[in-house]
């Protein structure tokens, strides 16, 4: 079987790295390219055709000033569905992407399906339209959105799971005692941390780091932590920081998550890898800052919530601080009950164990694998 997967970021990669492992488990003389990351690499055995750090933009200005490159990736990735035919085209997340990629490999009769479903149900809700036509099935990693498609006349959605449980469990079942940890990371300062999570795109550390440096330092009984992303060099996080002592942790957030008091966790799939670690937290989103950008978004999005840990549980569990409300003085507000024994700390923790209910028990991973596998046959 030919198997073609498309991750463009960061958590794609990882979940989409599991993915490979559970499929190759199925079927190992599968034959799997992708465009993907370094964890999909040690998966598959072999390099991508493309590295996601090419694919990975954000942001209308961002993506319009990188259009020919992007247009040059969709090219290649067509260029291989018409010239390698696989079996399946496997779509993972990334939809601006990958929805375009779907409406070609439909129109050259090449089967795709979805492994973590856009987020449409946030906003651009239009792309059911092309789900519908283009995409066979979706692998939901979201309890929540096999009845939003059910609603929307799309009944091939199925929930496998969440990935980041199974992640996770594995991470905590395997991590270095403190003591070990700090050594190896180069952590001397005994004082209790504050981990800090700005994000995994250049323009969220930018936007998000700097203002979580500006509020970790009201305390000055803690220390703050950086964890920062595989595919960002250290140099950049001193250059926004502006700090020369800045702590900075590579391949350990969330050993580093465990071994804090709380965290500043920017909007992502980090905030629902905090609440599953068990660490209270401030989601922090700032990008431009403007309240009129937050008037356009409350008016696109079509949720309530943005932060993941919210959206599944339906209720408030960790506070959401974004765009022009995403300031020091909302930052303190919020962290300060979470640094101590307090009636808001033993909420989110409470949140947190409903949230693990809602997950389930499926390996995501695994499960999805073998559906994909019995789609084939």
């Given at each position: ?13 990882l ?7 559970s ?25 991508p ?77 239009w ?75 250049r ?31 250290e ?62 978004m ?17 209720n ?62």
């Amino acid at each position: 079987m030919k198997i073609m997967i498309i991750a463009g970021e960061a958590s794609g990669d990882l979940h989409a790295s599991y993915l490979i492992k559970s499929l190759l488990k199925e079927k190992g003389d599968a034959e799997i390219r992708f465009f993907g990351g370094d964890l999909m690499e040690a998966a598959a055995g072999h390099a991508p055709d493309l590295h996601y750090r090419e694919l990975n933009v954000m942001g209308f200005v961002e993506v319009a000033r990188h259009l020919p490159a992007i247009m040059r990736n969709l090219k290649l990735a067509k260029d291989i569905l018409r010239r390698w035919r696989p079996d399946l085209l496997i779509l993972v997340d990334f939809p601006g992407f990958n929805l375009r990629l779907a409406k070609y490999a439909h129109k050259i009769g090449v089967r795709c399906e979805y492994y973590i479903s856009p987020k449409i149900w946030a906003w651009k809700e239009w792309r059911i339209r092309t789900i519908r036509k283009c995409i066979s099935r979706i692998y939901s990693i979201l309890p929540f959105e096999p009845d939003f498609y059910k609603a929307r006349g799309y009944k091939d959605d199925i929930y496998v799971g969440n990935p980041s449980v199974q992640e996770i469990e594995h991470i905590m079942n395997h991590i270095s005692p403190l003591r070990h940890f700090k050594e190896r990371q180069g952590i001397t300062d005994d004082r209790p941390i504050i981990a800090l999570l700005p994000g995994s795109r250049r323009s969220e550390i930018k936007a998000n780091l700097p203002l979580m440096i500006a509020a970790a330092r009201r305390y000055p009984e803690f220390q703050y932590v950086v964890a920062a992303a595989s595919a960002i060099p250290e140099v950049y996080y001193r250059e926004v920081a502006q700090d020369p002592g800045l702590k900075v942790v590579f391949g350990g957030a969330m050993t580093l998550v465990k071994y804090s008091q709380a965290a500043l966790v920017t909007s992502g799939t980090a905030t629902l890898e905090t609440a599953l670690v068990g660490t209270p937290q401030v989601v922090c989103y700032r990008a431009n800052g403007k309240r009129w950008t937050y008037n356009i978004m409350e008016k696109l999005l079509h949720v309530k919530y943005v932060s993941l840990p919210n959206l599944i549980v339906g209720n408030r569990v960790v506070p959401e601080l974004l765009l022009h409300n995403c300031t020091t003085e909302n930052i303190v507000r919020e962290l300060s009950p979470l640094l101590q024994s307090s009636p808001k700390r033993e909420w989110q923790i409470n949140g947190y164990k409903m949230m693990r209910r809602k997950l389930g028990t499926s390996v995501a991973a695994d499960y999805a694998a073998e559906l994909i596998m019995e789609s084939d046959k």
